[in-house]
């Protein structure tokens, strides 16, 4: 009897001791796991303090809305009307004086940009003056001999060269009146006997000055190009399209487009389209910008996409969107910091889609809300290095 209750009380002990082991067992294992849910969650998490944030020049944005689908890819320059592009020139040659234009000057309509000194200048005003004052003359001989020829006092003859004399002198006085007004003389000053030998250059428009040919002394003939200006508020988006994509293309369309080494996005529409097809199969389209910009110059270079009809999708600027191991990643903000100057992002993994004009389609995980959350559009990089880093010294 003493034997059996012996063992029996050696079964309970070791029943005791298997059951404490299970539960040992049982109660690390939750705990390896809960902390390698830890671990793995803080991973994915970074810390930022302010002076690192400042210096990786992170910002925050919203996911948009945009249309990327739909779209016509094309390529082209600035351009400006050919009445927003002026070359100055003189109807008479002559010696340039002077002028204080420079390429980049602005200048006004009506404005004074040059003047030049002409011998030439001098006749013709001479010219003018002898012929208005020959021109009264013959009127009034003309006008004596109508007279006279009413009372059948003259020969008809006479009446005849009056009238030839009093005819030439009155084309020869407009003729000269006509170069005159054309070189902007100030008429009432020469009829009152004030002759000038310089001429002054006006400004037709407001703009800018392009290019300049001419420096102080130089003659100039009619044939030559003083200046150049032009104005840039009118300024338009002048595209290339392929003949397979014409017919896409309508009236009143949105055009998004960014200058060479530019991200900055800019909007036009379509204003005319081109009724030639030219020997690389290709049309011109019109494309009025619809905020004017006094920084843009004729003939920068641009890419755009014409939207031609499609869906909006959740799309971030491409900065935003970070490869790593060949999935596609964003970082975005998590809870309320617990000191003022520590940061905390967490790096969602996302799916890519289209890429237009600095922007890519994305879909995120579909248990995460991201019209929520304050997603890193620059500096995101810079993220990723600080969470590679951490991880290599872990």
Known sequence: MKIIMKNINRSLYLLLILTATSLCISCGSKTNESEE???????????????????????????????????????????????????????????????????????????????LESMDFVQMQQEYLEAKNQFALAKAE?????????????????????????????????????????????????????????????????????EV????????????????????????????????????????????????????????????????ISTDRTIRIHCHIDTTDTQLLPGMYLKAMVETGGVQVTALPDEAVIDYQGKKYIFVTTEEPKHKDVYHFAIVEVEAGLSELGYTEITPPKDFDLSKSNVVIKGAYALLSKMKNTEEEE
Request: zero cysteines.
């Open 213 to 276: 040919n001419v420096n102080i002394g130089k003659f100039v003939n009619p044939s030559d190009v003083l200046f150049e200006i032009v104005n840039t508020e009118h300024l338009h988006a002048e595209l290339t399209i392929f003949e397979k994509d014409i017919p896409k293309i309508k009236f009143g369309q949105k055009v998004r487009f960014t200058l060479a080494n530019e991200k900055n996005e800019r909007i036009s529409t379509v204003y005319l389209i081109g009724r030639k």
């Open 142 to 210: 003309y006008e004596r001999q109508q007279e006279l020829g009413k009372e059948n006092v003259n020969a008809q003859k006479t009446l005849q060269q009056s009238q030839s004399n009093y005819s030439v002198l009155q084309v020869k006085m407009k003729g000269l009146l006509s170069k005159l007004k054309m070189l902007d003389v100030n008429l009432t000053s020469l009829e009152d006997g004030n002759i000038t030998n310089t001429i002054s250059v006006y400004s037709p428009i407001n703009g800018y000055v392009t």
């Open 37 to 115: 849910a830890t671990n793995k969650e803080e991973e994915n998490v970074v810390e930022f303090t302010q002076a690192q944030y400042k210096t990786a020049g992170i910002e925050l944005g919203k996911a948009e809305d945009r249309q990327i689908s739909g779209t016509v890819r094309a390529s082209g320059v600035l351009d400006v009307p050919p009445q927003q592009l002026v070359s100055i020139s003189i109807p008479l040659g002559g010696f340039l004086k002077s002028t204080e234009l420079l390429q980049g000057f602005r200048v006004k309509k009506g404005q004074i940009i040059a003047t």
